[in-house]
């Protein structure tokens, strides 16, 4: 029996040396829950373009696939937030380099109830909601009356505290050293926030555009009194004028080879290009996809 | 555990019925002790993983007094008060819920239900321990969530109430269970004694089962108390996870362990952050075992009568 396997393993390994060409090279891709159904994407309609090269894509969230990279263990990690300093040493110390590519970008839509009639919002107005210290409670504070919300509280929704979307509202819109007011309602995954907001009338919340349904309100956002407001969407979000848009990041283990750099070259061409701004998400540049 | 064939004189025959009853009670002994070796493999492993943090960089003042909950922020913080709250306002309100369903239920089962319809219900009971806590928390997202705002008028049915319901029915099955072999132990002939002094069904009740069985329907919610204390998943979605010392049940509140479940999985293994979560593990831990440790003995103490 231990011949017979033995013979199998020589086999295998005589096989694999024959041509690169006819092995199957996998490529290991996690983090971001953002960018999960785009990388998801990518892998699918990459399978057609190089069918030689497997991509497993896993989720987990943006501290996940940076964690993995530290360790060792993902080719490409997906985040939605830049790594930090600290984050870049510990990989570096594992003798990793992270190397980081903008992949797309990704409006922060402002999430409200069908039902609520304010049409636009300020950066102000939104550090006043959400941020420590903010003295904006209520809907009249803001001017507005909200129907089928008597009590006229605000009800913030938010999400979870290591979510690479939390952290990147708060450094974006908060600004950096700030904070969130304690007592707001923290979901777990953007598709929770839309959710809770369809049915709460007093609620305003926050999460990618390409999260938005046809049932929830998405004000405009004005950088401040003077400037427009710009809506969320896919054209504001490539030239940059709307005020919450952030880019999204894949960061592979030192320069890429082979395989892997194949793949980041395809993501980065119009062909991939175009999968993302399918999937409602913002592309490096202006593409034209059929 | 000394062998009967020690005793023939026999030292030597080592034969197959030897060696199964050693395998046999080799695998018994094991089976009996893994409990043990998991509890303490499980309480070594938390309380490695969060010494750490504890005797460094925790102020354990804050820890136990404030409410600022901020582990990722630029001024981290680690006030671990408003998620004790919301731990023990929504256990309260599930026991204030649950404890007369259960015993109510465990009264009606175990003294006036008969034949079919005490072993129906008794199936029904247990059943509903079966229902994972996922779809828990899933009824009480999209079902109590809409229900609590239209029957209150409050603007989010996600609360320390929602849960508190959630969390009474989860605990019911058990601490049901528990109080009817409670009532079970005590013997008929209490019951017939009562009976024969002229006491009424309800008198023998209330002055002669339910005293004589105090310490196992304790047991039972304490029982009940440390399910409402470890569970997660319900808690999560029910809550509204929000940090907020609650003034009302309407208020949205965040449990100790839902906050470890929603914050671990993105978490840098031996950062600040993942400390401080095992620390909450240490103090559920240990709140847990308490309860679990004082039901056992109460349970104990009806036994030595």
């Known amino acids: ?290 | 555990m000394s062998h009967p064939r020690d005793r023939t004189g026999v030292m030597d025959r080592r034969d197959l019925a030897w060696y199964a009853d050693r395998c046999a009670q080799v695998l018994i002994f094991a089976g009996g002790i893994s409990a043990i070796v998991f509890i303490i493999g499980i309480f070594v492993f938390v309380t490695r993983e969060g010494l750490g943090f504890v005797f460094g960089p925790l102020d354990l003042g804050q820890f136990f007094s404030s409410i600022e909950w901020r582990p990722t922020s630029d001024n981290p913080g680690y006030g671990a008060l408003a998620l004790m709250v919301g731990t023990l306002s929504v256990t309260g309100l599930a026991m204030l819920f649950s404890v007369p369903l259960s015993l109510g239920a465990a009264l009606y089962i175990g003294e006036f239900a008969k034949g079919k319809t005490r072993e129906a219900l008794k199936i029904l009971v247990e059943m509903l321990a079966a229902i994972p806590s996922v779809v828990w928390g899933f009824v009480g997202m999209s079902i109590m969530n809409p229900l609590i705002i239209q029957v209150f008028d409050v603007p989010v049915g996600l609360s320390a109430l929602n849960a508190g319901i959630i969390l009474g029915l989860m605990a019911a099955p058990i601490m049901t269970t528990i109080a009817e072999d409670a009532l079970k132990a005590v013997p008929d002939s209490y019951r017939e004694a009562a009976e024969a002094l002229g006491a009424t069904r309800w008198e023998v009740i209330l002055k002669v089962v339910i005293p004589a069985s105090k310490n196992g329907l304790v047991a039972a919610v304490l029982l009940g108390v440390g399910r409402g204390f470890g569970e997660t998943m319900a808690v999560l979605m029910a809550t509204g996870h929000s940090i907020n010392i609650p003034t009302s049940p309407f208020d949205g509140v965040r449990a100790l362990t839902a906050t470890i479940a929603s914050e671990l999985g993105d978490t840098a293994t031996g950062s600040p952050h993942y400390g401080s979560l095992f620390t909450l593990g240490i103090f559920l831990f240990v709140v847990t075992f308490l309860i679990n440790l004082t039901a056992d003995l109460v349970v104990k103490g009806i036994r030595k009568k």
């Open chain 1, 1 to 290: 029996m231990k011949r017979i396997i033995s013979l199998t393993t020589v086999a295998i390994l005589a096989c694999g040396g024959d041509g690169d060409r006819a092995q199957r090279a996998l490529i290991q891709n996690k983090g971001s829950d953002t960018l999960l159904n785009v990388a998801q994407a990518w892998a699918e309609t990459y399978g057609a373009v190089n069918p030689n090269v497997a991509v497993a894509v896993t989720g987990g969230g943006s501290g996940t696939g940076i964690s993995a990279m530290i360790n060792g263990t993902v080719d490409i990690a997906n985040s939605s937030r830049a790594m930090r300093d600290s984050e870049i040493e510990a990989a570096r110390a594992n003798g990793i380099e992270p190397i980081e590519f903008v992949v797309g970008h990704d409006a922060l839509a402002i999430f409200m109830h069908e039902d609520n009639p304010m049409s636009g919002i300020t950066m102000d107005q939104l550090r006043g909601i959400f941020g420590e210290g903010g003295g904006l409670e209520r809907w009249s504070d803001l001017g507005a009356s909200v129907p089928g919300c008597p009590s006229d509280e605000i009800i913030r929704v938010s999400r979870q505290n290591n979510s690479g979307t939390y952290i990147y509202f708060r450094e974006a819109v908060l600004g950096a050293g700030n904070d969130f007011k304690l007592g707001s309602y923290d979901m777990h995954g953007s598709k929770d926030v839309v959710d809770l907001v369809e049915n709460t009338p007093c609620a305003i919340g926050y999460s990618g555009l390409a999260y938005a349904t046809e049932h929830i309100h998405m004000p405009c956002v004005a950088a401040d009194d003077v400037s427009a407001c710009v809506g969320p969407a896919v054209q504001t979000a490539i030239e940059g004028s709307y005020p919450i848009s952030r880019p999204l990041l894949m960061y592979t283990a030192g320069q890429p080879i082979g395989a892997i750099r194949d793949y980041m070259d395809w993501i980065l061409s119009d062909a991939g290009q175009c999968v993302i701004q399918q999937r409602g998400y913002a592309p490096v540049r202006e593409v034209t996809c059929t």
